[in-house]
């Protein structure tokens, strides 16, 4: 049997999804997986400009014309924001072309599969150590008829960071935000979420966060009874690689598609696949981007330093940024100068206040 160019292992979005372009590159493609045929659950989210060329429009199961952020004030964020239909994602995602293989691999055996080896087995190791910053949220699905209280005008609401008791500000607690998009079965995804938390903010918290904001809407006990459940528990960081482990490449969640700002993005994995793929194909590898990764994770380590004030104040600074820096900010991809610049514009719009709290909480980050 011909040994394969290259292994993938992991299928979940992100390996799926490289797998595919690596052999509608002509690749010789290996990919390995316990449950290939696993149906994929979690809700993925992004903005419809993030997604490439090749992909085709049957993937979107849902969007949203008008997206807000709503921090101090309202933002309405540019662009279209749009939910993904897994099912067609996945068929998108032929793998007619793969040799697919279930059963699960072992770090030892990595570096056996192929010349060329991607570790797409996601960064649950991460989350077992208690150094990690962590994103956490619990949401409910509900009917849209029920959620347009919580949407207020617009189609989806990114971030809405107001108190959920309706308090005018967080006093001590550990802020939150209610996430809340349409989904492709007609429903709207209402979630409470911790952005990030070294621990998080508790599920079972969450939980009484999200039914109290739900109760101030006018959504009723017995509805948020009866609504199916998501949650949500993502490592802000790419799993350190272990001391003598196998040299190889890793995608999406155990990778650069990690973005240490506002967490990992499927979204970020389907954009960078191709080229990753062509990269891995010529021998260039993936580009490490260590600057702007390491950027990224100051300002994760001054997040975790601020208090609920200073966090809204940073993310009403972001609503008022321009379409291009606001993408600066979001995108893993994006390189460490524009990155910065996006970054210094967002704390000249905060108060003086506020700036002197950023850049306190960036020193207590950085000491830490």
């Given amino acids: 049997m011909t040994a394969p160019d290259v292994a993938v292992v992991g299928l979940g979005p992100a390996g799926r999804c490289l797998a595919h372009r690596l052999a509608a590159h002509g690749a010789s493609v290996l990919a390995l997986d316990p449950h290939p045929d696993r149906p994929w659950r979690p809700t993925y989210g992004g903005w419809a400009r993030e997604l490439p060329s090749w992909l085709p429009d049957s993937i979107i199961g849902a969007s949203s014309p008008r997206t807000e952020l709503v921090a101090r004030t309202r933002h309405l964020l540019p662009g279209t924001y749009v939910v993904l239909d897994n099912a067609a994602t996945r068929a998108a995602l032929d793998l007619a072309d793969v040799d697919v293989q279930d059963r699960a691999v072992s770090d030892a055996e990595l570096a056996t599969l192929a010349p060329i080896v991607v570790d797409c087995r996601g960064n649950t190791r991460a989350l077992a150590s208690p150094r990690t910053p962590v994103q956490q949220a619990h949401g409910l699905m509900l009917d849209h008829a029920d959620a347009t209280g919580l949407l207020d005008g617009a189609t989806a609401v990114l971030m809405d960071w107001r108190p959920f008791d309706g308090s005018p500000d967080w006093g001590s607690l550990m802020p939150s935000f209610c996430y809340i ?31 109290r904001r739900l109760t101030r809407h006018g959504i009723a006990p017995s509805t948020v009874a009866g609504a199916e459940v998501e949650r949500v528990h993502i490592a802000m960081l790419p799993p350190a690689r272990r001391r003598g482990a196998a040299p190889v490449h890793r995608f999406g969640a155990a990778g650069r598609q990690v973005n240490a700002i506002t967490g990992y993005s499927v979204f970020a994995s389907l954009a960078a696949a191709d080229g990753v793929a062509l990269s891995l194909l010529a021998g260039t590898g993936v580009r490490s981007g260590r600057i702007a990764d390491g950027v990224r994770r100051a300002a994760l380590d001054a997040l975790l330093q601020l208090d609920g004030r200073g966090t809204v104040e940073l993310f009403d600074a972001f609503g008022h940024l321009g379409v291009d820096a606001q993408r600066a900010v979001l995108d893993p991809t994006v390189p460490a100068g524009a990155l910065l610049g996006a970054l210094g514009r967002q704390w000249t719009l905060m108060s003086p206040q506020g700036r002197i709290a950023l850049v306190l909480a960036t020193v207590k980050g950085l000491l830490r």
């Avoid at 209402?190 to 621990?199: I, Q, V």
């Avoid at 998080?200 to 969450?206: A, C, F, Q, S």
């Fill in 181 to 211: 998009v349409p989904l492709p079965d007609g429903r709207v995804l209402a979630e409470e979420t911790c952005l990030a938390g070294r621990p998080p903010i508790p599920d079972v918290e969450l939980t009484r966060r999200l039914h």
